[in-house]
């Protein structure tokens, strides 16, 4: 499998790319990645150095990459954080370019927006954008409970409402949901939820809450899970494994006392993750 991840970089720390590239490589995707930033390390620090890259440079690499004729292996197109308008146009241009090769390959978007806690940290454009253009393209998307209810308007709180913005979701174009930080009222105290939603059902995994903020780990969890399942077609086992490898890297970054992601560390948990969740299906 050959993933064309289109995502930011930064040298200190996991978020993007820095945050990706390493979990898919351990589980023996071929990854491709160009870089949207290069930053010192991620925006939450408050203080950062290094460049935004132009959309212009950005479309040369992928470019140069079409010229090497690799688009008809691509198999999937992976997008996150969009730091300025103009990248969104190019990854939708990446996407047009890689499906001409390969009609068989998926794009995959995450579509960062914001979060329950802190709300929408991006230009305020972005989120607009995201929903009136890049969802509508994208086979899969990653968002969290907060950002599925900006794309669709809604509230999602218990479980009943989250299926309905998934399935509004799905009707602007995405077959394939990934819903992340699921909280829903009668849920067991101290534990966080992860639903997946396919034309061939729902499920949903519960994992014990790590109390942290984790930069990066969203990051993680969009690559894992397009991955086994752009390879299985199996919505329910791409979401047990990539809840299985993610709650054990949260645990194990926790335990260190790190901000940043134990990433390397925590390599065995991708590819071979304890599958210590079940997964529930709803639907």
């Known amino acids: 499998m050959k993933v064309l991840s289109i995502q930011s970089a930064v040298a200190y720390?996991?978020?993007?790319?820095?945050?990706?590239?390493?979990?898919?490589?351990?589980?023996?995707?071929?990854?491709?990645?160009?870089?949207?930033?290069?930053?010192?390390?991620?925006?939450?620090?408050?203080?950062?150095?290094?460049?935004?890259?132009?959309?212009?440079?950005?479309?040369?690499?992928?470019?140069?990459?079409?010229?090497?004729?690799?688009?008809?292996?691509?198999?999937?197109?992976?997008?996150?954080?969009?730091?300025?308008?103009?990248?969104?146009?190019?990854?939708?241009?990446?996407v047009a370019r890689v499906k001409a090769a390969n009609p068989d390959a998926v794009y995959a978007c995450d579509p960062v927006m914001g979060n329950?806690?802190?709300?929408?940290?991006?230009?305020?454009?972005?989120?607009?954008?995201?929903?009136?253009?890049?969802?509508?393209?994208?086979?899969?998307?990653?968002?969290?409970?907060?950002?599925?209810?900006?794309?669709?308007?809604t509230k999602p709180a218990d479980l009943d409402s989250t299926l309905e913005a998934v399935d509004a979701a799905r009707v602007m174009g995405p077959r394939t949901v990934l819903v992340t930080s699921v909280?829903?009222?009668?849920?067991?105290?101290?534990?966080?939820?992860?639903?997946?939603?396919?034309?061939?059902?729902?499920?949903?995994?519960?994992?014990?809450?790590?109390?942290?903020?984790?930069n990066g780990s969203g990051d993680v969890t969009a690559a894992l899970f397009t991955a086994h399942l752009t390879r299985t077609g199996d919505a329910a086992d791409a979401l047990a494994r990539t809840t299985s490898s993610v709650f054990d890297l949260l645990e194990r970054t926790h335990d260190s006392g790190a901000r940043e992601l134990a990433l390397v560390e925590s390599q065995e948990s991708y590819a071979s993750p304890r599958m210590q969740f079940a997964v529930t299906r709803v639907r």
């Open 13 to 94: 720390g996991h978020v993007g790319n820095s945050a990706a590239v390493f979990p898919l490589q351990r589980i023996g995707v071929e990854v491709l990645p160009v870089y949207t930033v290069n930053f010192s390390n991620h925006t939450g620090y408050g203080q950062w150095r290094g460049p935004l890259i132009s959309p212009d440079d950005v479309r040369d690499v992928i470019t140069g990459i079409e010229e090497r004729g690799v688009l008809p292996q691509i198999d999937v197109v992976l997008s996150g954080y969009q730091g300025g308008e103009g990248i969104a146009d190019v990854v939708l241009d990446a």
């Open 116 to 153: 329950a806690v802190s709300g929408c940290f991006v230009a305020p454009a972005i989120p607009v954008l995201l929903r009136d253009r890049v969802v509508p393209a994208a086979d899969i998307i990653t968002p969290n409970q907060f950002e599925l209810g900006f794309l669709t308007g």
């Open 183 to 214: 909280e829903r009222p009668d849920r067991p105290e101290g534990t966080i939820e992860m639903l997946a939603v396919t034309d061939d059902g729902a499920w949903i995994a519960q994992t014990p809450r790590i109390p942290m903020k984790a």
